[in-house]
């Protein structure tokens, strides 16, 4: 509300409502006006319509907005993920299991002598046909936004099983009835 360190040194010295409270209250409408045509008033003013033009758009974060690269990299990364998401919910479908004997290291769109798994593989397959920019995501991604390793292949197998039982758990809320089968092996 009081704001006298935006008042520059060649500008009238600041008076009620910047320094201090308004409290003659006799001439309140000559000084509003007075100070709406100040030129702290309007600095004021124009930072606090971009502050609220700022906050308005909600899908921005303020990080990204500042760094363009930043952004670039969150777009990249999510792009990767998803094509990752998507060969692990292949595969889960499938009933497939998704590592071989040797699928650590960097990935690459070249086959290999050894069995690399079928994570890789099918990834591998997903990739060679997509675009030439989605390849080059892989190809040139960090090693630490590869986001290939079985640990996180793990937390999104157990992120798509909560969400395999958040849906099992709506559909059984709104049912009149249901029943449970349950075999107990002795």
């Not at 100040?38 to 319509?49: E, I, Q, R, S, V």
């Amino acid at each position: 509300m009081f704001a006298p360190h935006t008042v520059s040194r060649s500008a009238k010295p600041p008076g009620s409502l910047v320094s201090g409270p308004h409290c003659n209250y006799i001439k309140a409408k000559e000084h509003n006006n007075n100070h709406q045509n100040c030129h702290y008033h309007k600095l004021c003013a124009a930072m606090f319509d971009n502050f609220v033009q700022t906050g308005a758009d909600k899908s921005r974060n303020v990080r990204n907005a500042l760094n363009s690269s930043r952004q670039k990299a969150v777009e990249e990364n999510r792009n990767r993920l998803s094509h990752i998401i998507r060969t692990i919910e292949f595969c889960c479908r499938q009933e497939i299991p998704l590592r071989g004997h040797r699928d650590a290291g960097a990935f690459s769109l070249n086959e290999t002598d050894c069995n690399d798994g079928v994570f890789e593989a099918a990834l591998r397959l997903r990739v060679e046909a997509a675009d030439k920019q989605t390849s080059e995501l892989f190809l040139k991604a960090p090693r630490n936004t590869s986001y290939l390793s079985w640990r996180v292949q793990n937390q999104i197998i157990s992120l798509m099983g909560d969400a395999i039982q958040k849906q099992i758990l709506s559909d059984i809320s709104q049912c009149k009835y249901f029943s449970i089968l349950a075999d107990v092996l002795l």
